[in-house]
C-alpha cells in the first residue's frame, strides 16, 4: 500500500515564529488531508488538498502531487496550535480509504 | 449540523465481555469509516462504508470485531469477546466524496 513519511517528527517552537511541516507520499493519490489532533484528541480536517495551494488563516498548504509531497505552513504560531498535525492520503484505485502518516507533534511554548 | 456522532464516550469493561460503540454519521454523508488509535500502531483504517455497504474490511484486526451500517444514520462497531489488547481511542469518521474527511469525537475503550 502507499506509504506516508512526516517530518520532522517532533518540532517545538516560541509563539509567534513559523513553521513548515512535510508529508512525503510514495505513490500517486487522489486524496490528501491535513488534520489537526488537539490535547484533548479531537481530530479537525484543516484542509483537503490532493494538488495545489490553500490558504486559512495562520495555516495554508501546499500539495505538489508530482513530486509526491505536501507541505503544512504555520505562521505566528500559538500555544492554541500544539498538538500532532497528521497528513493522510488516498491513493488511485484506493477507493475513499485514506492511510495517515505517523503525524508530527508540535508544542508552542510562550 | 451536530457533527458526527459517537458513544459511548468512554467505555470500561472486563476481558472477555462484549463491547458496541455507536456512530452517527453527518446528514448527507455516504461514506463512513471506523478507525482505531494507539500509541503503538497509530491511527488505523479498520473498515469503510460507501452507501452503507462494507467496501473495505482489510484492518479489521480478527473475527472478534465486526461492523454494521443497517442505514445512512447508523453504524455500530462491536467487539466479542473484548481483550486488554483493544484498548484504544476508536474514532469514526464521515464524508461526501471529493472533500474532508470529518471525525467523530471518539470513543476511549478500557479492557481490564
Known amino acids: 500500500g502507499i506509504q506516508v513519511e512526516q517530518s520532522p517528527p517532533d518540532l517545538i517552537l516560541q509563539e509567534g515564529a513559523n513553521s513548515t511541516l512535510r508529508c512525503n507520499f510514495s505513490d500517486s493519490v487522489n486524496n490528501l488531508q491535513w488534520f489537526h489532533q488537539n490535547p484533548w484528541g479531537q481530530l479537525i480536517n484543516l484542509f483537503y488538498i490532493p494538488s495545489g495551494t490553500k490558504q486559512n488563516g495562520r495555516l495554508s498548504a501546499t500539495t505538489v502531487a508530482t513530486e509526491r509531497y505536501s507541505l503544512l505552513y504555520i505562521s505566528s504560531s500559538q500555544t492554541t496550535d500544539s498538538g500532532v498535525y497528521f497528513c493522510?492520503?488516498?491513493?488511485?484505485?484506493?477507493?475513499?480509504?485514506?492511510?495517515f502518516g505517523t503525524g508530527t507533534q508540535l508544542k508552542v511554548e510562550l | 449540523d451536530a457533527g458526527v456522532i459517537q458513544s459511548p464516550r468512554h467505555e470500561v469493561t472486563e476481558m472477555g465481555q462484549e463491547v458496541t460503540l455507536r456512530c452517527k454519521p453527518i446528514?448527507?454523508?455516504?461514506?463512513l469509516f471506523w478507525y482505531r488509535q494507539t500509541m503503538m500502531r497509530g491511527l488505523e483504517l479498520l473498515i469503510y462504508?460507501?452507501?452503507?455497504?462494507?467496501?473495505?474490511d482489510s484492518g479489521m484486526p480478527e473475527d472478534r470485531f465486526s461492523a454494521k451500517m443497517p442505514n445512512a444514520s447508523f453504524s455500530t462497531l462491536k467487539i466479542q469477546p473484548s481483550e486488554p489488547r483493544d484498548s484504544a481511542v476508536y474514532f469514526c469518521?464521515?464524508?461526501?466524496?471529493?472533500?474532508?474527511?470529518?471525525f467523530g469525537p471518539g470513543t476511549r475503550l478500557t479492557v481490564t
Open positions: 462504508f460507501n452507501n452503507n455497504v462494507p467496501i473495505d
Open positions: 446528514s448527507g454523508h455516504n461514506s
Open positions: 493522510a492520503v488516498g491513493g488511485r484505485g484506493g477507493g475513499n480509504k485514506l492511510t
Open positions: 469518521a464521515s464524508f461526501s466524496g471529493g472533500s474532508r474527511q470529518y
